[in-house]
């Protein structure tokens, strides 16, 4: 199944690192010709850091997909009751916000919408990025490879030697995995 015309959400949360590869990531999602509306946690819309300031991330994100970022909860609700998205990508997924899914806390707009969308049976496809993948997260990544609806791009490590339990997805099989996602499949190989 293509992208085109399909209706996508994408959420930042705070792997700052991540998001020059994210951003291009996003591009190559509206050059599919999918409408995408940007999603931003509240870490990711308020903290600034060495590798930018927020409100330089929320105006690229603007430029790239023609629409204002949702920025709240009370924004982020309505993806539920009018069935908005037909997908729902969090890239970069934090530690912090996979560990949340995986425990049903709905905290931030991101999380809201991931809950909204999930009601609607609908799939949420994580992009993960987080120096805990194989520590204190590995349980909750393991919840969530359980999950109904719920799908990853794949992952693996990104730097055994320097940092052993972190993990981050792979943006370059983005599009396929989100492809089969919208099929309710999970692409493979999933470790890579
Ligand atoms: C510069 C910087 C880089 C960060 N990179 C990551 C990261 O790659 N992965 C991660 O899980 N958390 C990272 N964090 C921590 C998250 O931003 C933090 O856990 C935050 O609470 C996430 O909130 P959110 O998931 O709601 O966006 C980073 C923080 C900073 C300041």
């Known amino acids: 199944m293509t992208l085109e015309n399909k209706s996508i959400g994408v ?23 999918a409408q ?13 850091s060495r590798f930018g300031k927020a ?3 929320l105006d690229k994100a603007e430029r790239i997909t023609k629409k204002p970022p949702i920025l709240t909860i009370t924004d982020a609700e309505p ?52 120096n805990d993948a194989l520590g204190m997260n590995m349980k909750n990544i393991g919840l969530l490879l359980n999950a109904k609806h719920i799908f990853f791009v794949p992952f693996g490590q990104d730097n055994p030697q320097g940092k052993p339990n972190s993990m981050i997805a792979r943006l370059n099989f983005l599009i396929p995995a989100a492809e089969a996602a919208l099929e309710n499949r999970q692409y493979q190989p999933i470790i890579q």
């Open 11 to 33: 959420a930042f949360t705070g792997s700052f690192c991540t998001y020059t590869l994210a951003f291009q990531a996003l591009e190559e999602l509206t050059a599919q010709k």
């Open 36 to 48: 995408v509306q940007t999603i931003f946690s509240y870490h990711a819309q308020e903290l600034d």
């Open 55 to 57: 409100e330089y991330f």
């Open 79 to 130: 993806i539920g009751p009018k069935k908005l998205l037909d997908l729902f990508i969090i890239m970069p997924c934090t530690g912090n916000t996979l560990a949340k899914l995986a425990n049903g806390i709905t905290d931030t707009p991101v999380l809201m919408a991931a809950k909204a969308h999930l009601r609607n049976e609908r799939p949420l496809l994580l992009a993960i990025s987080t």
